[in-house]
């Protein structure tokens, strides 16, 4: 168990609609980042935020958005869906305090299928 | 751009023998290497890693080995058993700024280990 929890684990919706993806990090990790996989590609980084701000930003959609709460727990918005956002989203999280080299740590990610 | 490259999609090996998993990277500004590995439904398990200042790192049956002057690093897993079976993916860090980077993935290797 990496300690990051994603929910929900499968989510099923149509196209044109909007869903939200929620991560928890783990506790003490301050930063966030989010991946994309489709079908057999590797992950594709979105986004990292640290302590509440957006810090990096990847390949990540217009449609796309996200944040961090104080809490440190962070949401994904995926809006006016295509079928070609059908993917596995993982949440990953670190200390990185710094120029740290710790590992991200991931959770089970959450499979989304735009019908 | 694929900056990080598995040119092996897939890898079968028997139990016992050694595994070797390749990965080749383009951006000489890639500081830190990192090894996943994701068994299926689950998220990425980070493995091992190396820092840019050295070029070997040992855990155990893990070994990596990075060459600078080829960008080029190696997983080497001995013996492999059959639990090793999974996606192995390698991940190049790219430092921006303070508390900030992001992890660039490769696509992945499948290794198989057969009795």
């Known amino acids: 168990d990496s300690g990051v929890t994603q929910t929900p684990k499968h989510l099923i919706t149509a196209t044109g609609q909007r869903v939200t993806l929620r991560c928890s990090p783990r506790s003490g990790d301050l930063s966030v980042y989010w991946y994309q996989q489709s079908l057999d590609q590797g992950l594709q980084f979105l986004i990292q935020?640290?302590?509440?701000?957006?810090?990096a930003k990847g390949n990540i959609l217009e449609r796309f958005s996200a944040q961090q709460f104080p809490d440190l727990h962070s949401e994904l918005n995926l809006s006016s869906l295509e079928l070609g956002d059908s993917a596995l989203y993982f949440c990953a999280s670190s200390v990185q305090i710094g120029r740290g080299e710790g590992p991200l740590h991931f959770g089970n990610g959450t499979r989304l299928t735009v019908t | 751009d694929q900056q990080v490259k598995q040119n092996s999609p897939s890898l079968s090996v028997q139990e016992g023998r050694i595994s070797i998993l390749n990965c080749d990277y383009t951006?000489?500004?890639?500081?830190?290497f990192l090894w996943y590995k994701k068994y299926p439904a689950e998220g990425p398990t980070f493995l091992i890693s190396i820092s840019s200042i050295k070029d070997k790192n040992e855990d155990g049956r893990f070994t990596v080995f990075l060459n600078k002057s080829a960008k080029h690093l190696s997983l080497h897993i001995v013996p492999s058993q059959p639990g090793d079976s999974a996606v192995y993916f390698c991940a190049a860090r790219g430092y921006v700024s303070y508390n900030t980077d992001k992890l660039i993935f490769g696509t992945g290797t499948r290794l198989q280990v057969f009795p």
């Open positions: 951006n000489s500004m890639f500081d830190y």
């Open positions: 935020y640290y302590n509440g701000e957006e810090r």
